[in-house]
Nanobody
Framework: QVHLLESGGGSVQPGGSLQLSCVAS????????VGWFRQLPGKEREGVAV???????NIDDSLRYRVTISRDNTKSKVNMQIDRLQPDATAIYYC?????????????????WGQGTQVTVSS
């Protein structure tokens, strides 16, 4: 059974940074594309950043200069840091894993999802 366990969510002040981590089990992590989606209040889930087994990244254009994503295949772990957070980044952030045909930010391409971790940006 596949499990994706997120950590690192919480509250942060505007302008601050946050690091999210996800540890996977029960799947071929090193052969999967992994990363993060988010769901803003009242919105559908959207892709934030994903990373392939060869460390090729796809990051949403609106976040490209504020997001860093990395993976450690030896620990089946994917990390994401978001800098200069603003209140509009308040959302539930989900770890995802799958084998899409390309390094996709489309949610339909990801078979496995974590439970999500809440990130709240507020002063």
């Amino acid at each position: 059974q596949v499990h994706l366990l997120e950590s690192g969510g919480g509250s942060v002040q505007p302008g601050g940074s946050l690091q999210l981590s996800c540890v996977a089990s029960g799947l071929d992590f090193s052969g999967s594309i992994v990363g993060w989606f988010r769901q803003l209040p009242g919105k559908e889930r959207e892709g934030v950043a994903v990373i392939s087994a060869f460390n090729v990244r796809n990051i949403d254009d609106s976040l490209r200069y504020r997001v860093t994503i990395s993976r450690d295949n030896t620990k089946s772990k994917v990390n994401m840091q978001i800098d200069r957070l603003q209140p509009d980044a308040t959302a539930i952030y989900y770890c995802v894993a799958g084998r899409p045909p390309y390094i996709s930010l489309r949610r339909i391409h990801y078979e496995y999802w974590g439970q999500g971790t809440q990130v709240t940006v507020s002063s």
